[in-house]
């Protein structure tokens, strides 16, 4: 709507230019005595608007174009009664340049293609360390596309937030390149009795999968071992684990870790950000489960975490995956982006999950 705006506003001037000029051409067709008492008769009708100093309209882009192109043939200082002389020779001005700025043919290169631009802009914003050089040699080489590195720096997106070193990366890029990591945390709640639990948790933080948890009353290395061996398995093994300065994770305990193969990385003290993964999932779990449902006992609360853990891992979206899931079903096909509709001949299905507190929804044919 905003592209067609000007278009209009043209063909109006246009439009109104030539009902001017055609009564500007009935006019000259008239007797000299005629068109003269005309003019006098408007002038009378004119003077007593002036006496009484109404304000006049303000004057259309096309009004103004035919004043500026009749003041060519007369006379004009002394019939100009409705904007002062220098507003009307400032309209002049303006259609001046509005003339050159039509005549004037761009100059320069042309642009590149929206195509071109776009496929700029995603490589510099995909390879943080890459400037234009790298990137015109990039088109060169792979794509036998010619462009001076001074026109890709155009079309370079401008860098957001402080300027990162040309060794710098991206905080996910790093996180895949040390794809098999663990983090695990302990967080408390309280049940109906005023029982302090303790939840273990152990997260993936390339899948953003929970790989396992557990709920105790009495948290031991022992018992926090044994958590593990559930989970580093030969058919699934890891490289690195996080976990914070807790003395149940005492060195026998990361002894036995080292055993399994893993590394173990201790966060500084007091930085709960150094296992930001893992203190958000904590955060997660009481603001969607544990802040809406209270405990009876230990069976209870396993048995609310197990529920909502199989929906964090396999209903809920995650903005950090595109969104996506930790564990997309199998067997169910991604749905087809349909813009607004819902595709025909499928209806929209929800489950519940925790006795309602949450909801699923996936398409499901109908039946015909």
């Known amino acids: 709507m905003q592209n067609s705006a000007p278009l209009d506003r043209f063909f109006t001037i246009t439009f109104n230019l030539l009902l001017d000029l055609l009564w500007l051409l009935r006019l000259g067709l008239g007797s000299r005595a005629t068109l003269a008492a005309e003019n006098l008769f408007l002038r009378k009708q004119l003077a007593l608007y002036l006496d009484r100093r109404v304000k006049p309209q303000r004057a259309s882009d096309a009004t103004r174009l035919t004043l500026v192109f009749l003041s060519t043939l007369f006379a004009w200082k002394d019939a100009l009664t409705i904007v002062k002389p220098d507003t009307f020779i400032r309209w002049h001005r303006q259609g001046f340049r509005l003339f050159w700025k039509w005549k004037s043919k761009p100059r320069g290169r042309p642009r590149l293609p929206a195509e071109l631009q776009k496929l700029i802009t995603e490589m510099a914003l995909s390879n943080c360390t890459w400037g234009e050089e790298r990137i015109a040699a990039e088109l060169l080489l792979k794509l036998g596309l010619r462009i001076s590195p001074r026109t890709v720096r155009r079309y370079m997106p401008a ?203 996936r398409l499901e044919k109908v039946a015909a």
């Open 159 to 361: 860098r957001q937030g402080p300027r990162r070193g040309p060794s710098s990366q991206r905080w996910m890029t790093f996180v895949r390149n040390h794809a098999d990591m663990l983090a695990c945390d302990f967080f408390v709640t309280v049940t109906a009795g005023f029982q302090v639990l303790y939840v273990f948790v152990i997260l993936d933080v390339r899948t953003r999968r929970i790989a396992h948890f557990n709920v105790t009353a009495h948290p031991t290395a022992d018992w926090t071992l044994q958590q593990f061996r559930e989970v580093i398995t030969e058919e699934k093994r890891y490289r690195f684990l996080i976990h914070d300065r807790d003395s149940i994770y005492s060195a026998d305990l990361d002894a036995a870790l080292k055993s399994m193969g893993l590394s173990i990385l201790k966060t500084p003290l007091r930085a709960p950000q150094a296992n930001a993964f893992c203190e958000r999932l904590g955060g997660t779990i009481r603001r969607e489960c544990l802040d809406f449902l209270i405990a009876l006992s230990e069976r209870h609360l396993a048995r609310i975490l197990k529920e909502w853990v199989a929906h964090y891992n396999r209903g809920r979206p995650h903005s950090s995956l595109g969104p996506g899931s930790p564990e997309p079903s199998e067997g169910i096909p991604a749905p087809s982006i349909s813009g607004h509709r819902i595709p025909c001949g499928h209806r929209v299905v929800r489950s519940p999950v925790l006795g309602g507190l949450h909801h699923e929804y």
